[in-house]
């Protein structure tokens, strides 16, 4: 595969709207790219299973996953790069954080390659709450667990807590020392803020996909703490005007809002094409 440029989005906040879907519009935008030789895909926090999201549009360029710890083959079903968090490091982070007086969340892959996600019995009610409401939703990948450790014979990809941004901020150093990527995300509600712990960053990832594609140019697409390793690793930067003041720094350019299938009518117009038509 030899690409001239390949578009590469985020997918919560950046492609997909406020219900965390894609429009149908942007699906049958998306479509009509692959027919016109344009490549697109994403680099997304998440897993393969929970990109139903895209069904309507089945992108065939690889994708970054799992904040850029996995680069997957669409097309064929497959893995062709993997990075996890080290046992030692895993165990050293997971102190720092109940250190912290934090309740860590594990994300991990199965023997059967199948996400869960493991909390304490002794998590608080934040954890709780977020547990209930996915539960609700139908997510049937939680598992409670009297200690994370117990889980750590599976593929840990991610690690995360939830708390106040002063008292998160001073552990990034502290993480980074143990050889893991951490960065603050951002959610929905000006209160929430994460600490998130991945293997690599999606710089890793957009390296290996340029390595893999042999894409020329690639075109970045972010809102949040997890896109600041994609836009490092990209050539052009573009933020959602919805993306955090941190996002809006590092981006050359700034465009619509995620509700507004901004990132596909920004597509449309690099490549020549007139957004109302599509």
């Known amino acids: 595969m030899q690409l001239d440029t390949l578009y590469l989005t985020d997918l919560d906040g950046t492609l997909l709207g406020a219900d965390s879907r894609l429009s149908e519009w942007s699906a049958r935008a998306l479509r009509r790219f692959y027919d016109e030789g344009i490549a697109v895909t994403v680099a997304t926090g998440r ?42 490091c895993l165990c050293a982070a997971l102190e720092i954080l109940r250190g912290a007086g934090l309740c860590p969340l594990l994300y991990t892959q199965d023997a059967r390659d199948e996400q869960r996600i493991y909390y304490e019995r002794g998590a608080d009610a934040a954890v709780h709450a977020y547990v209930a409401g996915l539960r609700a939703r139908g997510d049937d990948r939680l598992r409670e667990v009297l200690r994370l450790e117990e889980r750590l014979e599976e ?17 990034l150093p502290r993480i980074q020392g143990l050889g893991a990527h951490a960065y603050l ?11 998130e712990i991945t293997p690599v960053s999606k710089r890793a990832g957009v390296e290996e996909l340029r390595a893999l594609t042999g894409a020329r140019r690639i075109v970045a697409f972010g809102d949040n703490g997890n896109d600041e390793g994609l836009f490092a690793g990209a050539d052009l930067r573009v933020a959602v005007r919805n993306a955090t003041p941190g996002i809006l720094a590092l981006a050359d350019r700034v465009i619509g809002e995620n509700t507004q299938d901004a990132v596909v009518r920004c597509i449309a117009e690099m490549e020549g094409l007139d957004p109302e038509r599509l």
């Open 47 to 88: 897993s393969w299973t929970a990109l139903d999201v895209l069904a309507g549009a089945p992108l065939r360029a690889p994708m970054v996953l799992l904040g850029g710890a996995r680069v997957f083959d669409a097309a064929r079903g497959t893995i062709l790069r993997e990075h996890v968090l080290p046992r030692g």
């Open 155 to 171: 593929k840990a990809f991610y690690l995360t807590a939830r708390g106040e941004r002063a008292a998160l901020e001073p552990l």
């Open 185 to 195: 995300f951002y959610g929905a509600r000006t209160e929430d803020c994460f600490v």
